[in-house]
């Protein structure tokens, strides 16, 4: 008798700092370089069945220091570099407004994470945030979502939780490979 496979969750990456190295305003395609574990943890979540999004704040465009074609190139670097035979990402959100703009896509929007719960038909317990910046925690917090946070990136995300008063609500790894164990015990335990 085979076991019933779970219900695929989604979970929703940062980019910069969380599955690349962080280069400020990047916009060069030969500086993405893969953070340790990304490719192996990726590969693990999509073998367990889990349905996986970018969704990545690029205030360069904004600003007008680069055009939006230049993140869409280096995403498809990231993508070439991770050398999935099918598509990792099911669906990629660039935002590119800066702080001073008016705020769509802009973590900590829930606006795109809404959106995918909406067109999956699934709830907020459904559905995990991951990166290396509050934001990023903070928009799984305005989604009602699973949000877990890893420190690859340059921010202190443990001070900063402890800054925003939300230390006890999200986890927080030191490296991906915690990371993937962590998103595949909670997604499990949550099915």
Not at 41 to 66: D, M, P
Not at 83 to 103: A, G, H, K, L
Not at 126 to 138: A, I, P, Q, S, W
Request: glycine share 8%.
């Amino acid at each position: 008798m085979s076991t019933p496979r779970q219900a695929s969750k989604l979970i929703v990456f940062d980019r910069d700092g969380t599955l690349i190295r962080h280069v400020p305003y990047l916009c060069d395609p030969t500086q993405v370089e893969l953070l340790p574990g990304v490719r192996e943890g990726l590969s693990q979540l999509k073998l367990a069945g889990h349905k996986l999004f970018l969704h990545t704040n690029q205030s360069g465009v904004g600003r007008g220091y680069f055009p939006i074609e230049a993140v869409i190139r280096c995403n498809e670097e990231l993508i070439r570099k991770l050398d999935f035979d099918t598509n990792v990402f099911e669906e990629i959100c660039i935002s590119p407004e800066s702080p001073q703009q008016v705020m769509a896509y802009r973590k900590p929007s829930p606006r795109f994470g809404c959106e995918l719960l909406v067109r999956y038909r699934l709830a907020p317990a459904d559905m995990c945030y991951v990166g290396d910046n509050l934001t990023d925690l903070l928009t799984a917090s305005n989604i009602g979502c699973q949000g877990v946070g890893v420190n690859t990136g340059v921010h202190d995300l443990d001070h900063e939780l402890t800054q925003a008063g939300l230390t006890d609500k999200f986890a927080v790894c030191q490296d991906f490979a915690q990371v993937t164990a962590w998103l595949l015990q909670t997604m499990r335990d949550s099915a």
